[in-house]
C-alpha cells in the first residue's frame, strides 16, 4: 500500500458518534503493547529506530500505520517511512489558526495492529480529545492497539528537576513516569557525546543557526554527558525492577521494602518539585507513596488554591494516593494522616536561611515534627525552583490584613477614648480589665496576627496612658510592675487562644458542612424506593449543596448505556458532552473539566463505578470561571459513589426477580409434567382396563374419559387466560339459575344445600365462564367437605353485588393456604388422588375478568368456604 491511499471517508463519525462507537464493544479482551524508544535528548536516532522496528513488523506481515512521525526533513527518516500507510492529520481551528495534529479518530476507525506515534510528550492542540499525547496512547492500547512511540529522558516528569539545574532548562511538555511503567518494552537508543554533537554540525539535528544555538547551550557535552547518565540510570532502573517482577515470590520478599512516603502538598510552587523528588525516591525504594494536602482554617486565595489543585493532580498523575485532611495545626493533621496509612517516611520541604529562624517559628510544622514524629522518620528536602523562600499563601500575604488591621486600631482608639472617661470612676487597674474584654471579643472576628497587635498595643497604651507616672513607658512600683507584665501575658494568651478556637470553628464548621450534607444524601436515599427517585434526590442535593447543575446518565433496563439524561437532569447536555460521558463510562475515569480527558468541556463527568462496574455517569456543569477544590470534588465523588450504590442496589434486585420469576417457571413446568403425566394416565389406565374386561363397563369409561376431558379444559382455559384470548361473552343472567346450572355440572347436585334468595336483579356476565367457576368451588366442597354432610350453596344480594358463598363441613385451609390455593398447580397437602391443580386458578381469573372478586376462607363453626362476588351492572373490564 502507498503512503498516500489511506483518505478517511468524509462521513466517518464525529469524536462523539466514535465514542459511541467504542462503547458499543466493552469487552475488548485484548490490550495494546506500548514500545518506547528511549534516548537521552533529540538527535540520537530513537525515530530512525523505531521506523526500523516497524519496517521488521510490516516484513513480518503485521499490519503497521504511520500514525505521527516528525521527520524534520530528513531523507534518510523519509525513506523508512515507504510501504507504510500514513493517516492524514486532524487539522484543528484555534484562534483563527489551523493546527495539525495526529487523527486519533481516524486510528481507532482503522484499529491496525501497530500505529507508530512519534514524540510521546507532545502537547495537543487545544480542541482535541486529551491534552496530551501519550493519553492518546494510553486510549490506542486500551482499545487493543500496539503501540510504538519515542521519549527523551529530560521529558521524564520526575527528571525535570534534575534537568533544569544541569542544564538551566525548564521543560514544559513532561510524561508521567507510569508510562515507562506501563512500556512493555523499552529500548534505548544511546549515542556518544562526541557522536552527537559531530551529528550536530553535519546538519542532522538542527540546520543553520538553530544546531549553531543548542551547540552552545544544551548540547554542550557536559549537559550531554549528565543526560546521557540519566537515561542509563533510568533504563537500569526499569531493567533490574522487571528482573524483579520475575523472581519467584517466597514468604519473605527481599527485592521489596516496608517502607511508606508520604510527601506534604500545599499551594507552594515547590510542592510540584517536592512530588516529583519523592516519586523518583519512591521508584528507587519500590515503596508506595501517598500526597497529603491540610486543609487549613483560613481559605486559600484563589491562585493559591488553583497551584495546590494542580499539585495535588501531579501527584495523582505521578501514582500517588491523594488524602485530603484538616487541622488548624498543620503538623498534628500531618502525623495524624501518617499514622493513619501507615508511614515511615514523610517528606516535606527544608526552608531556607538559617536554623534558628524555622526553629523558633511557631508557624512551621517542621519543629514539631521532628519533635513528635516518633517512629516516623521526617525527610527534609531542598528545592531548587526561583525564590529564596516558599511561597506564603495568598491568605497570609500582609495586604490581605490592611482592613483588619485598621479595625484592631481603631478598637484599640475606641477603647482608650472610653477608659480616659471612666478612669476617675474605676481606677487605672480596673482599666486593664476594659483592655483584657476588648481584646477577647476582638479575637472572635479578626484573624491571629491583628488580635495579638491589639493585645499588645492595649498594654502599652495602658501602661503609656494609665499607670503613673503618666505620658512614659516607665513603671515605679513593683506592683505595676508585676500588674503590668501579667496583663501583657493574659492578653497576648487570651488572643491567641480565641484566635485559635475562631480557627478550629471555622473550620470544624467546613467539615460539618460537608459531612451533613453527605448524611443527608445517604439517610434521603435510604428512604427511596427507585432509581428515579434516587437520581432526582442527588441532583438536587447538588444543586443544593454546589449550587450547579447536574445530570445523571444510566444503564436502561436491558444494562445497555443509554447515553441519554435522566429526565430530571437539570444539565441539558450538548452532542459534545454526552460523547464525554460516554467516554468516562467506557474507560471508567473522570472526563471533561480538570481531567486529562476533553478539558475544555462544559463540566465534569465521573463514573458511578461499583464493584468495576459502570451503573453510568453523572455530570455537573461547570461555568466559565468554576473549577472544584479539592474538598468539592471529594464531596461529588461521594454523591456519585451513593448513586452508583443505589443503582447497583436496583440492578441486583432487577436480576433477583428474573431469577425467582425463572426459578418458578421452572417449577411450575415440573409440577405441570409431573400433574399432567399423572392425570393423562389414570384416565387412560381406566379406559384400557375396562375395554380389556369381557364385559364392557360403560360407566367406568365415562368417568375416565370426563376426568380426562377436564384435565384438558384446564390446561386449554389457563392458556386461554395467560394468552389473553378468552373473549368473555357478556349477557343478562340470572343469579339463581347459574348456581343450578353449576350443580348440574358437577354432577353431584345431590350432595349440595342450595340457598337462593327470592326477588334476585339479573347481572350482566358470561353465563357460561361464571357457571364453569361456580362449578369449581362446589366440586371441590364435595371433594374436600364432610361425606356425611352436603356442601351449602348460598346466593344473596350485597348491595351493588351478588354474593355466591360454597361452604362445606371438612377441615378446612391450615394456616396461610387460604391464597396460595388459588396458585397454579398448588394443592393441599393430604389431596385425594386427581386434578392438576388448575381449578381455582382459572376461576379467580374468570371472576376477575368481570371486576368481581373470589376469596376463600375457614368458617367459625368448622370447614371452608367461598367467596365469589359480582357486580350486578356496568361495563365489563378485563384485568391489566
Known amino acids: 500500500m502507498r503512503n498516500d491511499e489511506f483518505v478517511p471517508d468524509e462521513n466517518r463519525p464525529n469524536p462523539d458518534a466514535l465514542l459511541a462507537a467504542i462503547h458499543a464493544d466493552e469487552s475488548k479482551a485484548r490490550r495494546g503493547r506500548l514500545k518506547v524508544f528511549f534516548g537521552m535528548c533529540p538527535g540520537v536516532g530513537k525515530t530512525y529506530a523505531m521506523l526500523e522496528a516497524a519496517q521488521r513488523k510490516v516484513k513480518e506481515g503485521v499490519e503497521v500505520v504511520i500514525g505521527v512521525v516528525e521527520t524534520h526533513g530528513r531523507a534518510e527518516t523519509l525513506a523508512m517511512l515507504e510501504g507504510m500507510p500514513i493517516v492524514p492529520r486532524a487539522k484543528i481551528e484555534h484562534r483563527g489558526a489551523v493546527l495539525e495534529e495526529m487523527d486519533f479518530e481516524a486510528i481507532l476507525i482503522w484499529h491496525p495492529r501497530l500505529v507508530i506515534v512519534d514524540e510521546l510528550a507532545h502537547t495537543n492542540a487545544p480542541g482535541s480529545r486529551h491534552p496530551k499525547r501519550?493519553?492518546?496512547?494510553?486510549?490506542?492500547?486500551d482499545a487493543g492497539i500496539d503501540v510504538y512511540t519515542t521519549l527523551n529522558v529530560q521529558h521524564?516528569?520526575?527528571?525535570?528537576?534534575?534537568?533544569?539545574?544541569?542544564?538551566?532548562?525548564?521543560?514544559?511538555?513532561?510524561?508521567?513516569?507510569?508510562?515507562?511503567?506501563?512500556?512493555?518494552?523499552?529500548?534505548?537508543?544511546?549515542?556518544?557525546?562526541?557522536?552527537?554533537?559531530?551529528?550536530?554540525?553535519?546538519?542532522?539535528?538542527?540546520?543553520?543557526?538553530?544546531?549553531?544555538?543548542?551547540?552552545?547551550?544544551?548540547?554542550?557535552?557536559?549537559?550531554?554527558?549528565?543526560?546521557?547518565?540519566?537515561?542509563?540510570?533510568?533504563?537500569?532502573?526499569?531493567?533490574?525492577?522487571?528482573?524483579?517482577?520475575?523472581?519467584?515470590?517466597?514468604?519473605?520478599?527481599?527485592?521489596?521494602?516496608?517502607?511508606?512516603?508520604?510527601?506534604?502538598?500545599?499551594?507552594?510552587?515547590?510542592?510540584?518539585?517536592?512530588?516529583?523528588?519523592?516519586?523518583r525516591y519512591a521508584a528507587s525504594l519500590e515503596a508506595p507513596w501517598i500526597a497529603v494536602a491540610v486543609e487549613s482554617p483560613e481559605s486559600l486565595g484563589p491562585e493559591d488554591e488553583k497551584r495546590r489543585t494542580a499539585n495535588l493532580a501531579l501527584a495523582r498523575q505521578l501514582g500517588a494516593e491523594v488524602v485530603l485532611t484538616s487541622g488548624a495545626h498543620i503538623g498534628e493533621a500531618l502525623l495524624l494522616a501518617a499514622q493513619e496509612h501507615a508511614v515511615t517516611q514523610l517528606v516535606m520541604g527544608k526552608?531556607?536561611?538559617?536554623?534558628?529562624?524555622?526553629?523558633?517559628?511557631?508557624?512551621?510544622?517542621i519543629p514539631w515534627l521532628i519533635q513528635h514524629s516518633g517512629r516516623i522518620d521526617v525527610q527534609l528536602v531542598r528545592t531548587e525552583a526561583k525564590g529564596d523562600r516558599p511561597l506564603v499563601p495568598a491568605r497570609d500575604r500582609p495586604q490581605m490584613y490592611f482592613r483588619e488591621f485598621g479595625i484592631a486600631l481603631?478598637?484599640?482608639?475606641?477603647?482608650?477614648?472610653?477608659?480616659?472617661?471612666?478612669?476617675?470612676?474605676?481606677?487605672?487597674?480596673?482599666?486593664?480589665?476594659?483592655?483584657?474584654?476588648?481584646?477577647?471579643?476582638?479575637?472572635?472576628?479578626?484573624?491571629?496576627?491583628?488580635?495579638l497587635l491589639l493585645a499588645a498595643l492595649s498594654a502599652l497604651l495602658w501602661n503609656f496612658l494609665f499607670i503613673p507616672p503618666l505620658y512614659t513607658f516607665y513603671i515605679s512600683k513593683p506592683h505595676d510592675v508585676m500588674m503590668f507584665a501579667m496583663f501583657f501575658i493574659v492578653a497576648i494568651v487570651i488572643g491567641q487562644l480565641t484566635s485559635r478556637l475562631r480557627e478550629?470553628?471555622?473550620?470544624?464548621?467546613?467539615?460539618?458542612?460537608?459531612?451533613?450534607?453527605?448524611?443527608?444524601?445517604?439517610?434521603?436515599?435510604?428512604?427511596?424506593?427507585?432509581?428515579?427517585?434516587?437520581?432526582?434526590?442527588?441532583?438536587?442535593?447538588?444543586?443544593?449543596?454546589?449550587?450547579?447543575n447536574a445530570a445523571a446518565l444510566l444503564r436502561d433496563d436491558s444494562g445497555a448505556f443509554a447515553g441519554n439524561a435522566h429526565p430530571a437532569s437539570t444539565w441539558k447536555l450538548s452532542t459534545k458532552e454526552e460523547g464525554v460521558a460516554a467516554w468516562a463510562f467506557q474507560n471508567k475515569r473522570a472526563a471533561g473539566r480538570d481531567?486529562?480527558?476533553?478539558?475544555?468541556?462544559?463540566?465534569?463527568?465521573?463514573?458511578?463505578?461499583?464493584?468495576?462496574?459502570?451503573?453510568?455517569?453523572?455530570?455537573?456543569?461547570?461555568?466559565?470561571?468554576?473549577?472544584?477544590?479539592?474538598?468539592?470534588r471529594e464531596l461529588l465523588e461521594a454523591f456519585a459513589s451513593q448513586l452508583a450504590i443505589v443503582a447497583e442496589k436496583e440492578r441486583l434486585a432487577h436480576v433477583q426477580r428474573r431469577a425467582q420469576v425463572v426459578a418458578e417457571s421452572e417449577r411450575l413446568q415440573k409440577t405441570l409434567f409431573d400433574s399432567v403425566s399423572h392425570e393423562l394416565k389414570t384416565p387412560i389406565a381406566a379406559i384400557r382396563a375396562a375395554l380389556d374386561q369381557p364385559e364392557v363397563n360403560r360407566d367406568e369409561i365415562q368417568r375416565a374419559n370426563d376426568r380426562?376431558?377436564?384435565?384438558?379444559?384446564?390446561?386449554?382455559?389457563?392458556?386461554?387466560?395467560?394468552?389473553?384470548?378468552?373473549?368473555?361473552?357478556?349477557?343478562?343472567?340470572?343469579?339463581?339459575?347459574?348456581?343450578?346450572e353449576a350443580c348440574e355440572l358437577t354432577g353431584v347436585g345431590e350432595r349440595v344445600q342450595m340457598d337462593i334468595a327470592p326477588d334476585l336483579p339479573p347481572l350482566r356476565a358470561d353465563h357460561g365462564l361464571i357457571a364453569q367457576a361456580l362449578a369449581t368451588l362446589v366440586d371441590n366442597a364435595t371433594i374436600y367437605g364432610s361425606a356425611s354432610e352436603p356442601a351449602l350453596l348460598t346466593v344473596r344480594r350485597n348491595g351493588d353485588l351478588i354474593r355466591f358463598e360454597v361452604a362445606d363441613r371438612g377441615a378446612g385451609f391450615t394456616d396461610g393456604t387460604e391464597e396460595k390455593i388459588f396458585e397454579k398447580f398448588f394443592r393441599l397437602p393430604g389431596s385425594p388422588a386427581g386434578g392438576v391443580g388448575l381449578g381455582l386458578s382459572i376461576a379467580r381469573h374468570l371472576v376477575e375478568a368481570h371486576r368481581g372478586t373470589l376469596t376463600a376462607e375457614n368458617r367459625p363453626a368448622g370447614g371452608a368456604r367461598f367467596i365469589l362476588q359480582l357486580p350486578i351492572g356496568g361495563e365489563l373490564k378485563l384485568p391489566a
Request: aromatic share 6%; net charge neutral; proline share 5%.
Open 351 to 365: 526552608p531556607d536561611g538559617p536554623p534558628w529562624r524555622w526553629l523558633l517559628n511557631r508557624r512551621s510544622p
Open 708 to 740: 380426562l376431558r377436564r384435565t384438558v379444559d384446564h390446561l386449554l382455559d389457563a392458556t386461554r387466560i395467560e394468552s389473553g384470548m378468552l373473549k368473555p361473552v357478556i349477557e343478562w343472567c340470572d343469579a339463581g339459575e347459574l348456581a343450578r
Open 410 to 451: 481603631g478598637i484599640a482608639a475606641g477603647a482608650t477614648i472610653f477608659c480616659q472617661l471612666v478612669q476617675g470612676l474605676i481606677g487605672y487597674w480596673s482599666v486593664a480589665l476594659v483592655y483584657l474584654l476588648t481584646v477577647t471579643l476582638a479575637a472572635a472576628t479578626l484573624r491571629r496576627g491583628p488580635t
Open 134 to 141: 501519550y493519553q492518546d496512547v494510553l486510549e490506542l492500547l
Open 504 to 548: 478550629r470553628e471555622r473550620l470544624e464548621h467546613r467539615r460539618e458542612q460537608r459531612a451533613n450534607a453527605l448524611y443527608q444524601l445517604t439517610r434521603r436515599l435510604a428512604a427511596v424506593t427507585s432509581r428515579d427517585a434516587a437520581v432526582k434526590e442527588v441532583l438536587a442535593q447538588i444543586q443544593k449543596n454546589f449550587g450547579l
Open 156 to 279: 521524564v516528569e520526575s527528571r525535570t528537576d534534575a534537568v533544569r539545574q544541569f542544564t538551566g532548562v525548564i521543560v514544559r511538555e513532561t510524561v508521567p513516569d507510569s508510562m515507562l511503567d506501563v512500556a512493555d518494552e523499552i529500548e534505548l537508543v544511546d549515542l556518544t557525546p562526541e557522536r552527537l554533537r559531530q551529528r550536530l554540525s553535519e546538519g542532522k539535528v538542527y540546520l543553520g543557526d538553530r544546531a549553531v544555538a543548542a551547540g552552545e547551550n544544551f548540547f554542550r557535552e557536559g549537559n550531554l554527558t549528565a543526560l546521557r547518565e540519566m537515561a542509563l540510570r533510568l533504563t537500569a532502573e526499569h531493567v533490574d525492577r522487571s528482573l524483579r517482577a520475575m523472581q519467584p515470590t517466597a514468604k519473605s520478599d527481599p527485592w521489596r521494602s516496608g517502607d511508606r512516603l508520604a510527601v506534604a502538598v500545599s499551594a507552594s510552587p515547590h510542592s510540584a518539585e517536592l512530588v516529583r523528588w519523592t516519586r
Open 595 to 632: 481531567t486529562d480527558t476533553l478539558p475544555d468541556g462544559e463540566g465534569l463527568h465521573l463514573p458511578l463505578i461499583v464493584a468495576d462496574r459502570v451503573e453510568g455517569v453523572l455530570g455537573v456543569e461547570l461555568g466559565a470561571a468554576d473549577s472544584l477544590v479539592p474538598e468539592q
